[in-house]
């Protein structure tokens, strides 16, 4: 079975060609693979009756879970590569995603429509999404308060604040990933607006903890962000581990995700 090591602005995966041959890890395993390469996610690629693969994606706690849009990127250039085709499709538990080729080296990746309907995230009430009722701190001064909520195929939370470096995201970030409100659990992610066209964003992942990058997480700031008229429908989102270009098509009502990757290395057992 073959095995790539690959980042996606240093969003890290353990990638498995399941296609020829069977990988259904335990809990216990998907943590240990995690841990020995140094993933934040590990993903079995298998075979799919009319999509070119599909993904099945586990976070490294050993968690299952149904979207990761980095690691989307960095198996469509797999893909790509593999079958010399121009343009391939990734069939997930939650959409059917398609990746091409941008220009400089980059991977584009259609991530579908957001979801916004409060029981699509799913909250655990009915609530309105662009601001729902979580407060972390002090009832009267809360750290933080009312994120804006939406579906990326994975739920997510976004706090805007002025300053993200001023956030002990470690400290914070667990006591918003399983709040009450969030019955799966959700991705926590603190926005600064730099302006019209930049955001600066780190994300605490579920199940995954801080990363460098979190493509959902992009998707779903910049969707929140420019719902609520902060910047435009089309943003570049600085991370941690790199730059992202998000746009959100009027057209279309999708989510174009824009990105690089890299292979750190390959193997086989």
Not at 27 to 55: G, P, S
Not at 207 to 233: I, S
Request: charged fraction near 25%.
């Amino acid at each position: 079975m073959k095995i790539w090591k690959m980042n996606g602005a240093g969003n890290a995966f353990a990638i498995f060609d399941a296609r020829s041959a069977p990988f259904t890890p335990t809990t216990e395993q998907v943590r240990q693979i995690a841990e020995d390469l140094n993933a934040d996610q590990v993903i079995a690629l298998e075979r799919d009756a009319t999509k070119d693969v599909f993904m099945r994606i586990w976070n490294r706690d050993g968690g299952e879970v149904s979207a990761c849009g980095n690691v989307s990127r960095c198996v469509g250039w797999l893909l790509l590569e593999e079958t010399g085709k121009d343009r391939v499709t990734i069939q997930t538990e939650a959409d059917m995603l398609r990746a091409y080729r941008a220009e400089n080296g980059l991977i584009t990746v259609d991530m579908g429509s957001p979801l916004m309907g409060w029981e699509d995230i799913p909250l655990s009430e009915k609530m309105d999404v662009r601001g729902v009722d979580v407060k972390i701190g002090p009832i009267d001064n809360p750290v933080l308060s009312r994120p804006a909520v939406v579906s990326m195929g994975n739920p997510h939370a976004v706090f805007f604040v002025s300053d993200v470096d001023a956030y002990d995201i470690p400290a914070l970030g667990p006591l918003v990933e399983w709040h009450p409100l969030f019955p799966e659990g959700t991705n926590v992610g603190f926005a600064q607006v730099i302006d019209r066209n930049t955001i600066r964003l780190r994300v605490w992942e579920r199940g995954a903890g801080l990363t460098k990058a979190c493509g959902t997480g992009a998707c779903a700031a910049l969707v929140c962000a420019a719902r609520a008229k902060l910047t435009e429908r089309t943003a570049k989102l600085i991370l941690d581990g790199g730059e992202l270009l998000i746009e959100w098509r009027e057209s279309d009502d999708r989510v174009y995700m824009t990105g690089p990757v890299e292979l750190e290395f390959e193997t086989e057992i």
